[in-house]
């Protein structure tokens, strides 16, 4: 091992010296304790159990013990604890369910001391109490905990904490008679021990199991609790609920936490299972660790400092049959790997960006901004002279460039968000609702989108003739009903015989077929036909040019012997009864005689005032027999990304979510995943919860649908015998009772359920309220005072 730092610390007297340095174990380690003089340290476990004295330059061990040729199940520990007032005294926990403790003044080689097999199950944890010497607790698998008096031989106080598994039990440093205690469930529980029938305080820490807790040497109400979640929170117990003041994200299940001595908001934490680390963090900096230890090769198990009052000097034990004692200033900085720039947007479109401010300073051409904001972000805005990095002096200046109030306004959106609507109705519906909606912001262009989409999608039979005319009135600005050409290329006299000439120059007569038969509407005069409002362009094909596909035209020798052209009877096929409609037909009757329509006069035609027939109707047909009906989900997809990437994730999942499977399968499962998450991440932003919730209900990704359910976590006790219920339904699999019984009715509730969380009764959402308007007192007669919030 390479040379390492010295340390030495003076404290009241005594000094303590030492370097980085390990030594081997003949087994891994479960657990570690100090004495009170920080002069050795026990190690124990399944197949160890040895104290080692800490000397200057290495771990020499003192005493074994394991003693006799068949050691039993007591000396495999999954815990043990030094006594800080007592250095002959340990304890240990057993993984047979057995507490023991160990009298180092004994003159035997067997130092063991007393039993104590009042546990069903593993034990946990043992703790004893920092100023009674013959106090001691312990916390097992059977959901059970019990205080001894090493005076007799039973226990004292059994705490029953109406759950599985104890994982941890701390004794309060600042309150005599207060323990915390830890459970598989999540729960956290404050007990006094003059009080064995019912805890004082419970709350829900942790998503999943609690497996550590630790009171602050300094701050009375401090407790730190680590968990299976892979957090660690600080919780603050002054107040009268536990209030979260910090919150740690780590990257595994958290299974030690410890509070750094004479530093308030540094703590040590180590994992479960995953990373070797061991990491100190300080609470206010939460994203990244203070400092890392990286000498282990396997899990670390336990973690103690080696002194009350001393900060710089940390033991560990590990999986890997290592016992290890670490120098701060031997630690590695993972500041020093991060990314040293930042850059984000806030809600409004204001501009943030970090960097160094040694960068910035030394920028010459940097021009200075009214609006910049300047504060270090890494670390401490003051050094703190005692923190043993003092050669850490890295800042951050934090500049903020504000974007102007009324360009930066986002109303539209949350308007957009409140008004759309997303399910419940047919497509065609929703796409008037929402073409309605953008129109009225002012959003033109998105309008016009959800109208396309209504043409495309929703069938024409079920659209309104109000609602074609309205879309092709005069000056209107919704696109066409369908891709558009001149009606001045469309064959002249459709069920007769003609000649047909492409060429752009020339006018030529074109006649329209009006009947299912062979009566034609003809024109000759050079105006408009009279009720015609917009240029015909508004009636078929893609582009112009698109007819050459439709009918199949030769454009390599236009001038060629030209062909008499007659449309297939099988192209119009009937739909239904075409009724006459005499008033429709009355202001065509002065022009019936000429059978021709000059062509100027033809690129303006209209038939929309025609009730009976309209051309709308033969190109229904033909765009029926000729086009699938996916044939526009291309075009689409390239509007929602284009959408997407000019920032306007709204409409692209709002079309997403109303259009489902007809273009689904256009897009990619990781696009729509991104879209989706980013729309979400702004209604939430903007405090929109409901809708949030509904894009999630109704997306078509798999990803997101399960987003409202991963996080939410649902532990309900029963009311009969206080114990958890199953997630398999509502009867206890203990006293086989329905735990869902009104309080106030005595009935079963099938509906919405509400309880007390302190003495779990409830009942009827309206029955409960109505209970509480007049008593504070439970309806149950248990004697708990209820509260409704």
């Not at 109705?425 to 929402?434: G, M, S």
């Not at 000729?626 to 994730?649: M, W």
């Amino acid at each position: 091992m390479e040379k390492m730092a010295r340390v030495s610390t003076a404290l009241g007297g005594n000094t303590l010296t030492g370097r980085t340095m390990f030594c081997h174990l003949d087994a891994p380690a479960n657990a570690i304790s100090v004495c009170r003089d920080a002069a050795q340290v026990v190690v124990a476990g399944r197949n160890i159990f040895k104290i080692y004295s800490i000397e200057e330059e290495q771990f020499v061990e003192k005493l074994n013990l394991r003693v006799g040729r068949k050691p039993s199940l007591n000396f495999s520990c999954a815990d043990v604890v030094w006594h800080q007032m007592d250095e002959n005294l340990l304890a240990t926990a057993a993984t047979n369910g057995v507490v023991v403790t160990w009298n180092l003044g004994k003159p035997s080689r067997n130092k063991q001391d007393q039993l104590f097999t009042e546990h069903k199950r593993t034990v946990n944890k043992v703790c004893f109490h920092p100023t009674e010497v013959y106090m001691l607790l312990s916390g097992s698998q059977d959901g059970y905990m019990k205080c001894f008096d090493l005076r007799k031989k039973d226990s004292v106080s059994t705490f029953s904490g109406q759950s599985e598994s104890v994982r941890d039990v701390q004794f309060s440093i600042r309150d005599y008679f207060t323990f915390a205690a830890t459970f598989e469930n999540g729960n956290v529980q404050l007990w006094d021990i003059r009080r064995p029938d019912r805890y004082e305080r419970m709350f829900t820490a942790h998503n999943g199991p609690v497996f550590c807790c630790d009171w602050h040497p300094e701050d009375r109400g401090w407790l730190a609790t680590g968990g299976r979640d892979k957090m660690v929170k600080v919780w603050d117990m002054n107040t009268t609920r536990a209030k979260e003041i910090y919150c740690v994200q780590t990257i595994a299940s958290v299974a030690r936490v410890k509070w750094r001595p004479e530093c308030k908001h540094h703590i040590a934490t180590c994992s479960m299972m995953v990373d070797h680390n061991i990491y100190v963090w300080d609470v206010r900096r939460p994203f990244i660790p203070s400092a890392m230890f990286e000498e282990h090769k396997d899990v670390t198990t336990g973690i103690v400092w080696r002194h009350l009052h001393d900060p710089y000097f940390l033991l560990s034990g590990s999986k890997d049959s290592t016992l290890y004692q670490h120098i701060f200033k031997d630690a590695s900085q993972p500041i020093d790997r991060a990314n040293p720039e930042g850059l984000c947007y806030s809600l409004y479109g204001d501009l943030a960006f970090a960097a160094k401010e040694s960068l910035i300073s030394s920028d010459s051409n940097r021009k200075p901004y009214i609006g910049d904001r300047r504060h270090p972000i890494f670390f401490k805005r003051k050094l703190d002279p005692t923190e043993q990095f003092e050669y850490i002096s890295s800042s951050s200046a934090l500049s903020v460039f504000e974007t102007d109030v009324e360009s930066g306004s986002m109303d539209w959106f949350v308007h957009t968000a409140k008004q759309y609507a997303l399910a419940g109705r047919p497509l065609a519906e929703l796409c008037d609702h929402n073409a309605k909606v953008a129109k009225g912001l002012d959003r033109n262009q998105v309008a016009q989108t959800w109208t396309m989409l209504r043409i495309i999608y929703s069938s024409l039979g079920t659209v309104s003739s109000t609602n074609l005319n309205h879309s092709m009135g005069k000056g209107s600005t919704t696109l066409p009903l369908m891709n558009s050409f001149n009606l001045k290329d469309i064959p002249s006299g459709l069920g007769s015989e003609s000649r047909l000439d492409r060429s752009k120059g020339e006018s030529r007569t074109e006649n329209i077929l009006m009947d299912s038969s062979s009566t034609l509407i003809n024109n000759e005069d050079n105006e408009e036909t009279e009720g015609s409002d917009v240029p015909a362009d508004y009636l078929l094909g893609d582009v112009e040019a698109d007819e050459d596909d439709l009918y199949m035209m030769d454009h390599e020798n236009p001038h060629a012997e030209e062909q008499e052209y007659s449309l297939p009877q099988e192209a119009f096929p009937l739909r239904h009864e075409i009724v006459d409609n005499p008033s429709a037909l009355d202001h065509l009757q002065d022009k019936a005689d000429s059978p021709h329509v000059s062509g100027n006069e033809a690129e303006t035609v209209s038939l929309t005032p025609v009730e009976s027939f309209s051309l709308i109707s033969i190109s229904h047909s033909l765009y029926e027999n000729r086009l699938p009906s996916d044939f526009f989900n291309p075009i689409v997809r390239d509007t929602l990304l284009f959408y997407a990437e000019q920032g306007d994730v709204q409409t692209a999942v709002s079309v997403l979510i109303v259009l489902g499977d007809r273009i689904r399968k256009e897009i990619d499962e990781q696009t729509q995943e991104h879209w989706y998450t980013s729309y979400i991440d702004l209604l939430q932003r903007f405090q929109l919860w409901n809708i949030s919730n509904e894009v999630i209900k109704l997306s078509t990704c798999r990803a997101i649908n399960c987003l409202n359910q991963a996080s939410t976590t649902l532990h309900i006790n029963c009311s009969n015998c206080k114990r958890p219920m199953s997630n398999r339904g509502w009867i206890c699999d203990r006293c086989r009772q329905c735990a869902s019984m009104c309080a106030v009715c005595h009935h079963v509730v099938k509906g919405l359920f509400v309880w007390c969380q302190g003495c779990s009764h409830g009942g009827h959402l309206q029955h409960i309220m109505k209970w509480l308007e007049t008593s504070s007192h439970c309806p149950a007669g248990c004697g708990h005072l209820c509260e409704y919030t």
